[in-house]
Structures are given as structure tokens and as C-alpha cells.
């Protein structure tokens, strides 16, 4: 059930923070620079994950002239982006701006990507997890983390690579076969050999189309994700899996962000360590605004949120921790021209630098998500570049 109790800061939170103020850390974003990738015109969805060695992996969607829908991945090296490889190509690949296929390298050098398959003469899809073992040449035959047969929609999907395989997250709706309006947010466990684990019910009401965002920490999985009251408040919740049960969910912000309708608008969640980062948009009191929380306790306590934005932000936010107890947080912001992929670096001590301009995108659906994941002493975004109608990668190097 929902729970609405608030994180409090404590004071040895507040004692870092105070401590972090009196030293300036270095700038993480001093120049941006584009690099060419294998993605071609009329692809878009992009997703980011790095491996346990640091490997960075692009995926997207891309079209067949024969109308088939292909699921693409390449993987960054020294001199740019590989050649891409297929994950999967069907007429039935499920193609949404806002719940896109994902893709992670587990412990073990294995490959685990989902997607979403449209069901026939319904509106529902479900989702399908494959993995490969030979870096993606081939592909295992995919698996349903979800064992319900109702024509409803399954998705939004969020992959954490566990030392035994893969946690599955995803926003459930087989309720609605039933006449309620709930949407549940799930759980199973897909083993390297495919097995799959009980289904678990982490939240049985939930925001029904804002992406959950989930990662591995030391025992077991950290997850935020927007929570639903049945008073339409949608507040950002975190829970923390042990590898046996989920917590109740705490309510990590009291926006009392109160919306009738979905707002399309999923939290994003990064760790260093203990260092933990939490990334959101909320428009509560029709104040439009993207926030960020900091923790140096892998997500039990948190300092006071702190204000992103340039002023007109639409949202959908990216995050990467910085082993500096601080944060790298990218999102869309609106411009006089359209819009903006935008990131801001924020020190631990909640010093905010200047905000850069990562690229143009536009502000309506077309521009999807932008990406932003760190590898080492990189930085690197993806975004749709709609007047080019293609994907776009670009590295910032720290200094």
C-alpha cells in the first residue's frame, strides 16, 4: 500500500553538506563534444547503460523500408561508436516516445535487453527480455517477466543487472481487466539462464506511464519511481529491495504535485558507492521545476532538494552520481526557438555551476528522453535531435 511518510534530513547529512560548502569541486562539464553514431534518420528512443568495466552501450529504434520495427545497439570504444547490432526486428516491436527498449551488461559479460511486443487485436503489449552471451551477435529466445494473460499493457520497464542475473521493474495494468483503475509497479528476477523468479508487488497503485528508474546497491536494488493516492497526488517514492522483499515506499519530496491524468514524467535514480542521486520533475502549484536530492547513505537520508531548472523546464530528467557526493543532471528546457537538452552540475555541498547546452531538441513527444550516464572520467548524453529526426550522442570530458 502507499505510504506517504517523508524522508527527514539528518544531521549528519546536514553536516556533510555544510562541510562539502567550504571546497569547490572540479567542473565535470567543461566542453561539450558531439560524436558520431550509427543511428540514422527517423531513429529516436534512445537509452544509455555502462557496464561493470565501464563499456558504454547506446540503444534506439530504427525502421525497415518492409515496415518492421529494429531494435539497435552499439557500444563506445576509443574511436567513437561500433557498428550497431540488431537486438530485435518485428512489424509488432512496439514503438512509444515514452517506453523505449533498454539494454545493461550483467556480472557476468552477458547482455539483458527488454522491449515491448504489441498482443494482437488488442491494445495491450507485454514485455520480452532476451540476453545474449556473445556480446550481441545472437540473441536468446526473449522471456515474459510478467505471467498474466490479460490483453493490458505491460511496460515501462527498468533493468538492474544482480550478480544472478537480472531485476525487472515494470508498470503493470492487468487490474484494469478487472474494472479498477489501479496500475501496479512489479518485480521478478530473470536468472542467466532465463529462469524467472515469483512476480512481486512493489506498489499496487502507481503513476500508470511515468518510467520507474532502478539500481543495483550493496544488497539488493534501490528504486524510484512516481507514486499515485487516490487523491491524484503523484509524489516521488523510493523502496529498496534486501533480495527477498521490498520496503514500504517512502515519499522522498511533499510536492503534493495533484494531476488528474498522467504527466508522462518518471523520476531518474544514479549511485557512486554510497552516493546516491535523485532526479525529478514536478509542476505542483503550477510551478513547473526539476529538483535533485543527494544522499550519502545509499538513499537513507537526504539533504534539502535542490532547484535545477533555467526557469522553463518541461522535464524529463536524466541523473549520474559523481563519486564526489555531487551530481550531473540533464533535462529539457523550452526555448524561444524550441527547445533545449540541457545539463547542470551540482556539487555536494549544493553549489549549482552554470547550466550547458548539450544540444536542440523540440518540446512535444518527439524528443522523447534524453539520456546521461558517466563512465570513468566521461560524461556522455543521447538525445533526438528533431529537426534531424536522429539520435545524438556527445562526451564531456572532466578536467
Not at 247 to 253: A, D, F, K, T
Amino acid at each position: 500500500m502507499n505510504n506517504s511518510k517523508f524522508i527527514s534530513v539528518t544531521f549528519g547529512c546536514l553536516l556533510l553538506a555544510l562541510a562539502s560548502c567550504t571546497t569547490s569541486e572540479p567542473n565535470v562539464l567543461p566542453s561539450i563534444k558531439e560524436v558520431m553514431n550509427g543511428a540514422p534518420t527517423d531513429s529516436g528512443e534512445p537509452n544509455l547503460a555502462v557496464g561493470p568495466k565501464g563499456d558504454v552501450y547506446l540503444s534506439w529504434i530504427q525502421f525497415t523500408d518492409q515496415g518492421d520495427t529494429v531494435v539497435k545497439f552499439a557500444t563506445k570504444t576509443p574511436d567513437g561508436w561500433s557498428e550497431p547490432r540488431t537486438i530485435v526486428q518485428s512489424p509488432n516491436v512496439m514503438v512509444n516516445w515514452a517506453d523505449f527498449p533498454s539494454m545493461f551488461e550483467l556480472p557476468d559479460g552477458s547482455l539483458a535487453a527488454n522491449w515491448a511486443m504489441l498482443i494482437p487485436d488488442s491494445e495491450g503489449y507485454t514485455v520480452q527480455l532476451a540476453l545474449s552471451k556473445d556480446k550481441g551477435k545472437t540473441w536468446s529466445n526473449p522471456v515474459q517477466p510478467h505471467r498474466d494473460t490479460t490483453k493490458t499493457e505491460h511496460g515501462f520497464v527498468s533493468l538492474s543487472p544482480i550478480s544472478d542475473g537480472t531485476g525487472v521493474i515494470w508498470l503493470d495494468s492487468r487490474k484494469l481487466e478487472a474494472g479498477s483503475d489501479d496500475v501496479s509497479l512489479m518485480y521478478t528476477r530473470v536468472g542467466l539462464d532465463s529462469s524467472l523468479t515469483d512476480e512481486l508487488e512493489i506498489d499496487d497503485r502507481v503513476c500508470e506511464c511515468c518510467q520507474p528508474s532502478s539500481i543495483p546497491v550493496a544488497g539488493g536494488i534501490l528504486a524510484v519511481y512516481r507514486d499515485r493516492t487516490k487523491d491524484e497526488i503523484r509524489d516521488i517514492a523510493i523502496t529498496r529491495f534486501d533480495g527477498k522483499k521490498w520496503s514500504g515506499p517512502r515519499i522522498i519530496s511533499d510536492d503534493r504535485w495533484q494531476i488528474s491524468a498522467c504527466p508522462i514524467q518518471g523520476p531518474a535514480i544514479s549511485a557512486s558507492g554510497d552516493r546516491v542521486a535523485i532526479a525529478w520533475f514536478t509542476a505542483a502549484n503550477d510551478k513547473p521545476r526539476v529538483q535533485l536530492l543527494l544522499s550519502a547513505d545509499t538513499g537513507e537520508t537526504f539533504g534539502k532538494p535542490i532547484q535545477i531548472d533555467g526557469g522553463d523546464p518541461i522535464g524529463r530528467v536524466g541523473v549520474v552520481a559523481l563519486a564526489s557526493g555531487g551530481a550531473v543532471v540533464s533535462w529539457i528546457e523550452k526555448t524561444a526557438g524550441g527547445g533545449e537538452v540541457r545539463a547542470r552540475q551540482v556539487e555536494a555541498g549544493g553549489k549549482v555551476h552554470d547550466p550547458v547546452t548539450i544540444g536542440k531538441t523540440s518540446v512535444g513527444n518527439a524528443s522523447g528522453f534524453p539520456k546521461v550516464v558517466r563512465s570513468g572520467s566521461e560524461i556522455v548524453f543521447a538525445w533526438t535531435d528533431t529537426e534531424e529526426r536522429r539520435v545524438k550522442t556527445a562526451v564531456a570530458v572532466a578536467k
